[in-house]
Structure formats: C-alpha cells, structure tokens
C-alpha cells in the first residue's frame, strides 16, 4: 500500500496567519483526500484534490479558507488561512487505496 | 443529514473476552463500509472492508457483519489482547472517487 509522508506533524500558530500542509505520496494517486479532525468529534472531510483541477470542497469549507494545490500526482498542499483558534485540530491527508484508504499521520494545529 | 453512531465512546474488555463494538447510521445508503484503527498521534489505519451485498466479514482475530436493513455494523475482536488497545473508527464510503463519512469511533481498553 502506499505510503504517505506528512508534514508538520504539529504547529503553533498565532492567530491571524496561515499554515501550509503537504502531503507526499510514495506512488501515482489519482485522487487525495483532505480531512479535518477536531477534539471529540469524527474525520470531516474538506476536499477532494484531483491533479490538473479545482478541488471539490464538502458544504462548510470553502477555498478562500482553505486553499489546496494539487500540482502533480503524488504531491498535495492544504493551507489553512487566517487561521482563529477554531482552527485548531487534526489535519490529515488520505489517498484511496483500492480495498480502503491510507492516511497520513496528520497535523496537529494549535491556534494562539 | 447523515449521521454515523458508534455505540459508546469507551469500551473496557477483559483480555482474552471478545470485544463487540457496534456502528449505526442514518439517512445513508452506503455502498460499503469499512473499519480503521487509529492510535494516539497516528493516523487511522484500514482494517476491514464489507460491501453492501456482504453479510459477514472475517481477518484473523477481526470480523464483521453488516445489515443494511437495521443500517447498523457489528466489529468483533475475538481473544482480544492489549495490543488492541486504540480507538476503533467506522466509516461509510460511496466510491473511489468520493471520500469518507466517519463516526466519531469508540475508544477500546483491553485491560490484562
């Protein structure tokens, strides 16, 4: 199965400004999956980012917020824009992998 | 909207019992449905997929069962150990192309 390296793996941010996420894949992927895991609640997911097109974005996220690049098959970015201290969470990037998907290790956002 | 429960948040196991952990969803017709483990600071990791025309699926100490009448899954851990320790994450998919819609997973202790 494919393995995906993410990073950061964590960051403290002061309010007002954005972070970049990336995501490598060791293997050509079609589609990449964004998702947000807040304390106590489930994976929600953001977008979906397919390489050589605007990513799809779930009802409650939208570009402006959290832009995503796609710009070649085994390589994504997420930015988390303006980030408030409502951003802070788990962010992980998820590939599908015929029988189930892999997911990165995720990174943990603190807002201040 | 659709709405994924998994049956309790925490769940404490004897080793050696088999730990049942239970997932039911509304306003949702699932093509499959899958089961991942995911573990303190980690990433989930996918365990078991069972389709829609599937009642029963099994791998090594795992199985799981599906009834898209009652919308509900059951996951089983026969002779559970420790090591099984994690919080258990079910998740309910249309395709490859689409992404996933998790609950919120129940943490499983497997006290010795």
């Known amino acids: 199965s494919a393995v995906i390296s993410q990073k950061p793996s964590r960051d403290i941010c002061q309010r007002g400004t954005s972070l970049t996420i990336q995501c490598q894949v060791d293997?050509?992927?079609?589609?990449m999956f964004w998702y947000r895991q807040q304390p106590g609640q489930s994976l929600t997911l953001i977008a979906t980012?397919?390489?050589?097109?605007?990513?799809?974005?779930e009802s409650g996220f939208v570009i402006d917020k959290f832009p995503i690049s796609r710009p070649n098959l085994t390589f994504s970015t997420l930015t988390v824009s303006n980030m408030s201290p409502e951003d802070s969470s788990i962010y992980l990037c998820?590939?599908?992998?015929?029988?189930?998907?892999?997911f990165g290790s995720g990174t943990r956002l603190t807002v201040v | 909207s659709q709405k994924i429960e998994q049956n309790s948040e925490a769940l404490n196991i004897q080793e050696g019992k088999t730990a049942t952990l239970t997932c039911n969803y509304t306003?949702?017709?699932?093509?499959?449905l899958q089961w991942y483990r995911q573990d303190p600071g980690r990433g989930p990791v996918f365990l078991l997929l069972?389709?829609?025309?599937?009642k029963e699926k099994r791998k090594e100490r795992l199985k799981v069962t599906f009834d898209t009448t009652l919308k509900q899954s059951l996951f089983h851990i026969t002779a559970s150990q420790p090591a099984d320790s994690a919080t258990y994450l079910c998740?309910?998919?249309?395709?490859?192309?689409?992404?996933?819609?998790f609950g919120k997973g129940t943490h499983l202790i497997i006290q010795p």
């Open positions: 998820s590939v599908a992998q015929g029988v189930g998907y892999t």
């Open positions: 293997s050509q992927v079609t589609m």
């Open positions: 980012a397919n390489q050589g097109s605007e990513a799809t974005y």
């Open positions: 306003n949702y017709s699932p093509a499959y």
């Open positions: 069972i389709r829609e025309n599937e």
């Open positions: 998740a309910l998919g249309q395709g490859g192309a689409d992404g996933l819609t």
